[in-house]
């Protein structure tokens, strides 16, 4: 096994995976339930999310240099670890395909009005198919490769609309705290950064795993500090009620910056910034799926899937939703629930099932 | 100039390290059944001398050399004669004695074998070989001596600062270069011979304690399966050794420059010289080397950061600026200040092309005047360079062939790729941005990224003999950066890159603590 995934690494895939679709696409739907308690929820939402991962992790550990597929039967049972295996796939089947499709929607809405969206998924899915194909060592380090500078212009971005900043709407911050409201920005949050936990299907990759949750602390910090950076500068800009209404606040805000009179607007080069953070986010996605694939229906070599599921992805992402109120109905109750299941219920159940385990092994006596 | 062999040949040196390997021929002691062996053997080669020759103790004497690729002179008067002279003082039971065990012969270097096979190796590898009659051991001289080119300024990789000699086409002469710069016995050169008929020299230079050997046996393995009756050159080793041949990235560096070479092999890295090529491969490489010069190393630091930065900048305007022209004025033309929008437009009105078109054509022009440049005779390629660009150029704009904005474009693009210090590489970009602008004209900023992402991944995944293409940015080794986004001072780059080596201390980190003392000035 060619473990060389660092956790530098880790920390930087997850950075962009936590934040980057939050503020590409989904911003106005987490300002459109939590308004002001917006900040407040995502600092809770990512301590909760992290905390959570937290039994993921103690599965990985349990055995580093094995994959969850191959051992997860010895803890739960044949069926039910096969069944988990197909949720997991099915799980990152959709989140694989609801980023692409947003993806999609975004391009053209914004910047390829009448391209056809075939069109846009395939020349992304050739992309896809080629990391895949390449490995998870290679989506870890275009993770790295990139997170620098991506994560730099993510935090700067905001600073430079701060002359359109109302600062007089920062108390309501505190003023405007609401339990629901918090709740519910909450628990969105909470699923983001839950999906920390997917990486215990990967932890034979890894090369310090024992430093892996140590590195979900810092990746939840940073990201944490770049959500918040777009939330308040939307919220503080926009007011919740005009940013919950805008389709992308986060590009809105972009619009605003002017960077001088050489150049009227720099939104199109956010394209590029968009198109790699989701490219890692979805290529690792993806690459869960293949590995899942290959793990139920015992192929060793994952690469083999890489072609066939992107073609699958990128077609299902075509005519998985018809519209964007459809979109949007399956992300605030379905999704959430799907989510739930994957990210905190079945590594819950696996590690409740190790503890037991270990226990009966300790209580069992000598020879 | 001249250059006469010192150092033994390769099959030589291999002749005299094999004395129990299988004989070839097995003639006995007979001077005239193995001379007809020979001959047979070099029958119809008519620049092969066969010379006989009768001492005074009686012996019946042959040398065999190349005709022009020994000094004849040296044949005559450091074997011939001396071989008179001292047999005049010998008896005959002795002659053996003096040749072979006491080696009495003083002409140069020589390596006794007893293969006629290995002999016969020895003088197409520009040797003499004696043969006498009543023993079968023969002697072998290095007193090759043929017209080399002189040594020249890099033609290529030209400094204003540092050396201005180059690499030639000798071997020998080229790893003399690199002995004058490493006075170490660490300084490991290995040789090997490859191709069935060309039998071309090869080494392999590389420092002991710093070159990792799994490195060198690597490279060894590497060649060990290359199976050929002809090294051309450099260029034949490369292709079959690379990792990955069909990537459009160069995996092994080439270098003119015997102090690049150096430099290179004092970090860790490995020296390929060939004979007949004027260069030296260095392996492994990554993407942050081939855009590091030589002239980084002789510039104070603060302007060497400064030129590097806009190489960087220049790299990027490259690949991609014809791509961006292309992306903004036809998918994003609210990028562009209105003014500036209204001339592009304005100027465009005349032509009948859309962008893509426009910047394929005179791309493709400019591309093809490149070639010429290279192949146009010196006396007019100056000319011709300036009816190209100028003539043509202002020529297809008035006649609405083409923009003025899209003649800039290209313009700077090709001066941008001639800022890429290694050609290859240049290549590649030249190559790429084809593709990226064809992706810019189909779905503008969003083809771009996909290009970009598409290489990206390419290079990530891209290793050189097992260091990744693109460390140490990815993998991220921070140690390591302090001389590939900037070029930090001399007194800084304390360690060796973590890459390449395992001993990465290159100077203890107290270079300037004399400031903390007081001088005797002060």
Known sequence: ????????????????????????????????????????????????????????????????????????????????????????????????????RQLSDFLLAEYLNGTPGWAIVFIFMICLAYVVYCGIETIFLVAQGIFLINALIFLIIPFFAYQELEMEMFNAFVTHLQLKDFSFGMIKIILMFGQLGFLFLLFPYLKKPEKTFRTFVFTACSATVILLAHVISVLLTFGPELAANLMYPAMDLVRFVRVGSFIETFDPILIILFLTSVFVKISFNLFLCVLCLSHITGVKECKSFALPVSAFVGAYSLVVIQTQPELVDFLEYEFIFILVVAEFLIPWLYWIMLLIRTHMRKAKPAG | MPFRRKTPLPKQRKAANSSSSPQSQDYGTDLESRLHWLENEFENCADIIIRRFTISTGNDCAIIYIRNMINQLTVQNSIIRS??????????????????????????????????????????????????????????????????????????????????????????????????????????????????????????????????????????RRMAHIDTDSIDGATSIEEIIEDNPYSPFPQLQYTERPDVASGSILEGRVAILV???????????????????????????????????????????????????????????????????????????????????????????????????????????????????????????????????????????????????????????????????????????????CGLILVFVHLVHLKSFGVPYMSPIAPLVIKDLNDTLVRAPRWKMDKRPLQLTRNTTRQANHARAWTKQKGELE
């Open chain 2, 83 to 220: 071989l008179q002279r001292e047999a005049a003082e010998l008896k005959e039971y002795n002659i053996y004695e003096f040749l072979f065990d006491a080696r009495g012969l003083t002409a140069s270097q020589n390596d006794v074998i007893s293969d006629l096979k290995l002999g016969m190796d020895a003088v197409l590898q520009s040797g003499v070989l004696l043969l006498i009659d009543g023993d079968e051991r023969m002697l072998t001289f290095n007193i090759s001596d043929y017209p080399t080119r002189s040594i020249e300024e890099a033609p290529n990789e030209s400094v204003i600062r540092g050396p201005r000699e180059s690499f030639i086409e000798d071997l020998e002469k080229n790893l003399t270069f690199l002995r004058r710069r490493i006075k170490s016995n660490q300084l490991k050169i290995e040789f090997k011979t490859l191709g069935r008929l060309t039998n071309t020299s090869i080494a392999i230079a590389y420092i002991e304690g710093i070159c990792k050997p799994e490195l060198v046996k690597e490279i060894k």
């Open chain 2, 275 to 449: 004979d007949g090529t004027p260069m030296a491969l260095l392996a492994p490489v990554t993407l942050p080397m081939l855009l590091q010069s030589a002239e980084d190393y002789y510039q104070r630091y603060v302007a060497a950061n400064w030129i590097r930065w806009i190489r960087f900048i220049f790299v990027v305007v490259s690949l991609l600026l014809p791509s961006l022209y292309i992306a903004v004025t036809t998918f994003h033309p609210e990028m562009i200040p209105s003014k500036l929008l209204i001339t592009i437009a304005a100027a465009r009105e005349n032509v009948p092309f859309p962008a893509l078109m426009e910047a394929f054509m005179m791309e493709i022009a400019f591309e093809a005047l490149r070639e010429a440049s290279v192949r146009i005779p010196k006396s007019i390629g100056q000319a011709v360079s300036i009816i190209g660009a100028l003539i043509i150029g202002t020529a297809a704009v008035e006649a609405g062939i083409v923009s003025a904005a899209m003649v800039i474009i290209v313009s700077l693009t090709g001066i941008a790729s001639f800022i890429i210090p290694h050609f290859d590489l240049g290549l590649s970009f030249r190559l790429l941005r084809f593709p990226i602008m064809l992706l810019a004209s189909v779905l503008g900023m969003y083809g771009i990224a």
């Open chain 1, 1 to 100: 096994m060619n473990t060389k995934v660092t956790n530098m690494s880790v920390f930087s895939l997850f950075n962009l995976y936590s934040f980057t679709t939050i503020i590409a696409f989904m911003l106005c739907l987490l300002l459109d339930g939590s308004a002001f308690s917006t900040p407040a929820a995502t600092i809770a939402g990512a301590i909760l999310g992290c905390m959570m991962a937290y039994p993921a992790y103690k599965v990985g550990m349990s055995r580093p240099g094995e994959f969850l597929g191959n051992y997860g039967h010895e803890l739960v049972g044949k069926i039910p670890h096969y069944t988990f295996m197909i949720y997991f796939l099915i799980v990152n089947l959709i989140i694989t395909t609801i980023d692409l």
